[in-house]
């Protein structure tokens, strides 16, 4: 296959419409990756903007794309373009369901800011784009079928709060201020979930988010009290996972490529590995814990085997007990049932009885019997 170009734009006063040819072959794999059609028109994005983060235009170059398809398909579309932001000159998009607004201007994210308050409306049918540079293609898409030693996301995980919010049945999510732009980095990739506990059940989200003396926050992307509140902590990479190895992470680079869960437990912080069993976790922090990784995995197309506990990371390189008192296959195999949707499943009906007829409902019902009998003779 010839290589990718590594600029673009198209000559001025060019049109295609949706799906029609005329685009470079990097459009179109990337609208079938998530099954949208592109499409621009003369004098789209032709300018030359003397701001920060967008590339020298002088030629006067059509930059511009709108690519329409699916609301749920333009929606994880926008959200993988906010975490590759750094590659892209505009994002405009603007969820017409949930109202859901994304933006990125210059390479950085200005989705709860003004900068975009005028345009967004116009922007609720179609994702809008402009770049100097083919965009990138994600390694892996949640309706292709996972393949050994894949990832199923390119970047930060920025639809956390939104996927949470939609998982039946539903979840308390809280979300801090500004938790999309806290993080290590970006990820480059994400294998999988690690569930971990806090050690101290009075460990609150601030507490994740702000880190330790010894080690700076955030500690992990959520956290689950033992009400079964779910919080949103950040969405680039957080130190929760530390040295350790496991079939298919990097060893010693869990952190990278793992969406940590640190839950609130045990409420006696006197327990240690030896007595882990005599607390048990409550059963709404719990069911917390497995609806959250239930809708992550299937976000990013994932069976169950793509949760571990931080034990069976780093167990043998740290002496990691956690999560303590918690079966992982057991836990895994919840999950499953989670990810099928078993706990959603419809309660039958109470059956409903006949009302009693009223005599007037009596006599015309029986003088309608009549007629007819009367009628087939």
Known sequence: MPGRSTSYGLPTGTSINYGAAGFPEWVYELGAAFRLEASTYP??????????GFALNPRRLNRGIDWAGPVPNMQQFAEYLLSIRGSLEQVIWQNPDTGTRIGV??????????????DYSGHRDHVHTRQAAPIPLPQYQSTQTPQEGTVAWSGDPVWLADVLKA?????KVVELPDWINYGHGDYPEIWGVMIHHTGNARADAMSIRNGRPDLEGPLSNLHIAQDGTVTVVAAGVCWHAGAGSYPGIPTDGG??????IECAWPRDISITPATQTRERWPDAQIIAMRDSVAAILNRLGFAQDRVIGHKEYAGQAQGKWDPGGLDMAWFRRE???????????????????PRDLTDRELLEDIWQQLVAIRSAK
């Open 43 to 52: 004098g789209h994005q032709e300018s030359e903007r003397a701001e920060r």
């Open 105 to 118: 201007a210059g390479g950085d994210d200005v989705s709860t800011t003004a900068y975009y308050n005028a």
């Open 167 to 171: 998982q039946q049945p539903a979840l």
């Open 255 to 260: 952190n990278q490529v793992l969406i940590g």
């Open 335 to 353: 999950v499953k049932k989670a990810q099928r949707g078993e706990f959603t499943k419809a309660q039958p009906k109470a059956k409903q009885l």
